[in-house]
């Protein structure tokens, strides 16, 4: 049986009223009828009758209703169990990030979190690609947020999460600056600014540099995003980077943006944990809010 169908049953069954179970519910009276029909059906009888004005319950819809009152008071315990659980969460937990959602993502999630949960401590532990695997791998962190591929590992679970669009970025004084789209060959003499080596961000540039035959313009490899938007802003060259790094120096004016027309490249986010580790109560609620921000942020990241 639909448990959707037994909620709306119970629901029914205890308002005796089509109206008022719809407005509890937030469906139309008619969606109602329908889905009782089709719980009747299901069941092979009848669940109401009509008696005048009275909605009433039969032999066989009395003797459901006595079952759908104690599975939906045991899902109403359960919930208050689990709800008193979470209020009063505490403990530590550790938490692995590369540069990028380190920087740029994870501590609005984490700000979120300590306002729900003051008494868990958390502690995030920002590396690159590689040496937050490795934290995972090593069991010194709970979970991960990292950037890039992720090269397959049997004691690894992945979940992706969200895609950032990777776009170009120059300063404001650039011929390029204030527009949208850039034909490839405009870029044949420009120079272009690298992330450090050994991290996946590195690696992705580098690709995208030779798809478009630029790897011979790159004149700098900077260790840190910040340090390359800098390098941007003082006009030493273009670099490449995901939008969330950028999004307050485009909202300010400090960098510009364009795109290459006809070519589009994303930077992909994972949710990384060790299969072997326990995960505590406070743990798992924090995983589950970076899962739903994250999905919250998919469409902000590839606007």
């Known amino acids: 049986m639909n448990l959707g169908y037994l909620k709306l049953f119970n629901t029914l069954a205890t308002e005796l009223s089509f109206s008022k179970a719809a407005s509890l519910l937030y469906i139309s009276q008619p969606a109602v009828s329908i889905q009782i029909k089709k719980l009747e059906e299901?069941?092979?009888?009848?669940l109401f009758d009509r008696v005048g004005k009275q909605l009433r319950m039969t032999d066989n819809g009395e003797i459901l209703y006595q079952y759908t009152k104690k599975i939906f008071d045991l899902v109403d315990e359960a919930d208050a169990v689990l709800t008193k659980q979470y209020a009063s969460l505490k403990g530590t937990v550790e938490i692995g990030a590369s540069n990028t959602p380190g920087t740029y993502i994870m501590p609005g999630i984490l700000s979120e979190y300590s306002e729900n949960f003051p008494e868990v401590i958390t502690n995030l532990h920002i590396g690159?690609?590689?040496e937050v695997?490795?934290?995972?791998?090593?069991n010194?962190?709970?979970?991960?947020i990292k950037g890039g591929d992720l090269m397959y590992n049997s004691k690894l679970n992945v979940e992706w999460l969200a895609e950032d669009e990777v776009i170009f970025i120059t300063s404001p004084q650039s011929s390029f600056a204030g527009r949208e789209?850039?034909?490839?060959s405009e870029l044949v003499n420009s120079k272009f600014i690298l992330h450090e080596k050994n991290t996946r961000l590195h690696n992705l540039v580098r690709l995208i540099l030779e798809d478009l035959n630029l790897l011979d313009n790159i004149t700098m490899t900077v260790g840190h995003v910040d340090a390359i938007k800098q390098a941007v802003r003082l006009q030493l060259g273009i670099a490449v980077v995901p939008l969330?790094?950028?999004e307050d120096e485009l909202k300010a004016g400090n960098l510009c943006q364009f795109r290459?027309?006809?070519k589009n490249w994303f930077y992909p986010y994972n949710l990384v944990y060790n299969k072997e580790r326990h995960r505590s109560p406070a743990v798992r609620s924090l995983m589950d809010l970076v899962r739903e921000r994250m999905k919250n942020k998919r469409h902000s990241l590839t606007k």
């Open 133 to 138: 695997e490795k934290m995972v791998l090593e």
């Open 128 to 130: 690159n690609t590689f």
């Open 140 to 144: 010194r962190v709970d979970f991960a």
């Open 42 to 46: 299901e069941l092979g009888f009848k």
């Open 244 to 246: 969330s790094t950028v």
């Open 181 to 184: 789209y850039i034909e490839c």
């Open 260 to 262: 290459i027309k006809d």
